[in-house]
């Protein structure tokens, strides 16, 4: 049996949605905690209102107490034997549990994971059509190298199907923005063999009012403080994982510099890191087998152009 895991903070526009793509699931076998997190609009009232409809379904209400709290009590009170990340305000393809189990069945992988599709408020998303995808099986070791460069999906905890042990002694940390830096990679060093699903069965929705999207703040320092521990901890399975490493961190580090122009005169002293260490950078990523034609560019631009033309292009041309 799969649990599926939906943290709930204040969402009752998008409740329904998230809810409703998770019962339209064409593989059957799994449970759904929904964890209210102490919320103050009518989210809970929605939640226990599945409950009744459904016993595939439990509640669970806490005291606010943050994404993490809430993913990590839903893991622990879970009984499945495989746990997947869903956020309440995102939504899944009705095939989303079955291919994903499947390919960890196929390929007797320990984790399996899918593409993430960005979408925002008024998108028209498909979440029956047909399904195209191409099953790939990595060893562990490969794979997270892949997904810290960006050639897979998995930095995220969310489109990933984990064993329950596993995901119980990987808790998320509490009281961090990024949570998923800090602990999605750590599913790949606790693993031998990793599916990939090369199909988007996950639909990620950009809300302009996040906490991610409000300009400059502590997400963002997180950031940083994110990439530089998934470098040290990668650092210490030894060489084979430092080059993909280098790689999450200069992207991690590019991206704050990129899209937040304003950060030179706000937070001088962290604008002062980010250069140094882009430029600390800058000549192995022009030669690092994981690099792509992005980091690359970046990499030169750094080389011939410094931070300031840097930021200038990637706000221009690059930025995600």
């Known amino acids: 049996m799969?649990?599926?895991i939906v943290p709930v903070y204040n969402v009752e526009k998008y409740l329904d949605r998230c809810v409703e793509s998770i019962l339209a699931q064409t593989f059957n076998e799994y449970e759904l905690i929904l964890v209210d997190d102490g919320s103050t609009?009518?989210?809970?009232v929605i939640c226990d209102r599945y409950a009744e409809l459904d016993n595939r379904i439990r509640v669970i209400h806490k005291e606010n107490g943050g994404l993490s709290d809430a993913r990590n009590v839903g893991t622990e009170n879970a009984k499945g034997e495989y746990v997947t990340y869903i956020d309440s305000d995102d939504c899944v393809h009705n095939q989303y549990l079955e291919l994903l189990h499947y390919s960890i069945t196929k390929y007797n992988a320990d984790i399996s994971l899918c593409n993430l599709k960005l979408f925002y408020e008024g998108d028209d998303i498909d979440l029956t059509g047909p399904v195209d995808s191409i099953n790939t099986c990595y060893e562990?070791?490969?794979?997270?190298n892949l997904m810290l460069s960006g050639a897979i999906h998995g930095s995220s905890a969310c489109g990933m199907l984990i064993p329950m042990d596993?995901?119980?002694?990987?808790l998320f940390p509490i009281n961090k923005y990024h949570e998923d830096d800090y602990t999605s990679f750590k599913y790949y060093l606790g693993s031998e063999k990793v599916a990939n699903v090369d199909a988007c069965l996950y639909f990620y929705l950009q809300r302009r009012n996040s906490i991610m999207h409000k300009g400059y703040n502590q997400a963002v320092v997180e950031e940083l403080n994110a990439a530089d521990y998934i470098y040290q901890e990668c650092k210490k399975q030894g060489k084979d994982f430092i080059a993909a490493a280098t790689i999450k961190k200069f992207s991690n580090y590019y991206?704050?510099?990129?899209?937040?122009?304003?950060m030179e005169k706000i937070?001088?002293?962290n604008y002062c890191r980010v250069i140094e260490e882009l430029k600390n950078m800058r000549f192995e990523l022009l030669f690092n087998k994981y690099s792509r034609?992005?980091?690359k560019i970046a990499a030169l631009l750094l080389c011939v152009g410094g931070p300031s033309l840097l930021g200038f292009i990637g706000r221009k041309y690059f930025n995600r």
């Not at 609009?41 to 809970?44: E, L, N, P, Q, V």
């Not at 991206?255 to 304003?262: D, G, I, T, Y």
């Open 166 to 170: 596993l995901a119980r002694n990987t």
């Open 267 to 269: 937070d001088r002293e």
């Open 41 to 44: 609009d009518g989210s809970g």
């Open 255 to 262: 991206q704050v510099l990129v899209e937040n122009p304003e």
């Open 140 to 144: 562990a070791q490969e794979a997270l």
């Open 2 to 4: 799969i649990s599926v």
């Open 293 to 295: 034609p992005k980091m």
